[in-house]
């Protein structure tokens, strides 16, 4: 049966870093606080660089990877949350610079959820034999719409951008994407673009919102969406737990990872985190954590990784991959 196989990967963060003691002289807090409620202690923030130009840095490196030119890419999809502009798609500004002229472009906004969703995407276009190579990447430069007043935020996020290029093959690779919305909790993490503001309802203030979040109620989605999620994904590809290498989790608090971890009593160190350097990147977070892992040399082909994310929306997500890469 035809699919998409991850055939490059590649990520980019921006140089400058931000330590939990940077932010102690912005708000009241402190490494102690940040680092024992959510597993952060830096991340990375944006001089410069927008999230189109974190996301060409990716996707150059995973096209790189995949020893494949820009040029045979059939379709871009950029999964973000802080977009450079309303319109064009950041992807259109990516398919510029990286030159890759024979794409369609278009954005997928599924907050932290979005790589997931840019990944079911991906593979429903390769599986229905439209396209042979497709760019997913996730890319954020989420500092800009942070309230850097607000410590139940700043603390948390990062900037940052992972690519893949998925490639049609018959063998080893996505074996199945599940994504969902409950819409009900649409405004526990919110970030509001211009108000109506026209000729018959004339506004004050136009200004774009900025990040705000109701923690509480996200943590226990989380913590109740992960294992859900996972026991789904296990069950629909008819495998057990232990049969899994990894779980690579939306990198968001080492706390949620542990209580997800003993509900579905399997042990923490299944799940992979590079939480601590980064904080939470949303939507760049899983193919941020991917690429390190092949980087490191922790991924062998046959391997079962079980990806699984949550975010604004509140969108979760998962898939499962059996990894097939030269
Ligand atoms: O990608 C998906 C997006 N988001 C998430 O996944 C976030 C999910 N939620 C969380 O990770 C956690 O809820 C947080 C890390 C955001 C907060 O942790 P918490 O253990 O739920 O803390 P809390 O909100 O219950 O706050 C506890 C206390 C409060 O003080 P009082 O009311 O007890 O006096 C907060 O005001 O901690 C205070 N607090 C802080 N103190 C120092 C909140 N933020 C900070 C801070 N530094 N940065």
Redesign the pocket.
Known sequence: MIKGRIAGIGSYVPENVLTNEDLSKL????DE??YT??GISNRRITKEENTSDLAAKAAEKALENAKISPLEIDLIIVATTSPDALTPATAAIVQNKIGAKNSACFDVLA??TGFIYGLKIANSFIKSGDYNNILVIGAEALSKIIDWKD??TC??FGDGAGAIVLSKTSGDGISSVDIGTDGEKNEY?LCKSHPINNPINKVEKDILGKMS?N??E??KF?VNIIPRLINKLLEDNNIKIQELDYIVP?Q??N??IELAAKKLDVDVDKFYMNLEKYG?T?SASIPLALDEMNKKGLLKNGQKLALVG???GLTYGSSLIIWNKN
Do not use: E, P, Q
Request: aromatic share 10%; charged share 15%; with cysteine.
């Open positions: 708000v009241d807090t402190s606080w940040i409620r959510t907050a932290c410590r139940n603390v948390l993490i979040m923690g509480k996200v943590f989380a939306h968001a608090n706390r949620i939470n949303s949550f975010g604004g």
